[in-house]
């Protein structure tokens, strides 16, 4: 399991760490968009494409020999800052019953546009799996 780095004094961030340190076998997912395995995009709001990519990640992982527990690192790019925080409780409950107990390192950035013109979130991860 990783371990935290929270220095101390610093307050606990919500959600995520500030730092995390962990040996093992890497995994990277690329950045995961909330389309399906067909490539389609079901679903259109901000909160049930997270899920859905949020679901593309657990899958590849799942591929590479790696759980959700095992994520040190995750990067997201929205394309609108407000629509996602506004859905923060959705996306919440989505990360607590994909991803379970977070503590990996976290960044979140606000981009102009996408690849795919219909994502709204792209989220990539990198796992460390112990040895």
């Known amino acids: 399991m990783p371990q935290i ?3 101390p004094g610093w307050p606990r961030p919500r959600g995520y760490s500030n730092g995390v340190s962990a040996t093992g076998r890497m995994v990277f997912v690329a950045g995961m968009v909330g389309w399906d395995a067909e490539g389609r995009f079901a679903v259109g ?5 997270v899920r859905q990519a949020l679901q593309n990640v ?10 959700p527990e095992n994520i040190v690192l995750m990067t997201w790019n929205v394309t609108n800052k407000h629509e996602n925080v506004e859905a923060y409780p959705e996306i919440g409950v989505a990360l607590r019953e994909l991803i379970g107990s977070f503590n990996a390192v976290m960044s979140a950035v606000e981009v102009s546009a ?3 013109d219909e994502a709204k979130v792209e989220i990539e991860v990198t796992a460390v799996v112990p040895d």
């Open 58 to 67: 657990v899958d590849v992982l799942k591929e590479g020999g790696a759980k």
């Open 45 to 49: 709001g901000m909160a049930g494409q």
């Open 114 to 116: 996408l690849i795919e």
């Open 5 to 7: 780095l929270q220095p």
